[in-house]
């Protein structure tokens, strides 16, 4: 799989996952912040399913960027 998830998207993705997560976990916004997992796994694997769908890479022509993400 190649990654299509650039250095900012990943950031801001695993910054608002672990959010999600963190508001889960303390109860403020209930079962729904559970949903912050998506993001955060997108973020870490530098991977969206949904990308390749609708034509978007964020990672730039390097899709790889130089590290070992694409297996």
Do not use: E, H, Q
């Amino acid at each position: 799989m190649k990654c299509n998830v650039g250095n900012v998207d990943r950031m801001l993705r695993m910054v608002v996952g672990l959010i999600l997560i963190g508001l889960a976990v303390t109860g403020t916004i209930g079962a729904w912040g559970w949903i912050g997992v998506v993001p955060l796994a997108t973020g870490l694997f530098r991977f969206c399913p949904a990308y390749p769908l609708l034509g978007i890479n964020t990672a730039g022509s390097d899709s790889c960027g130089g590290g070992g993400c694409c297996k």
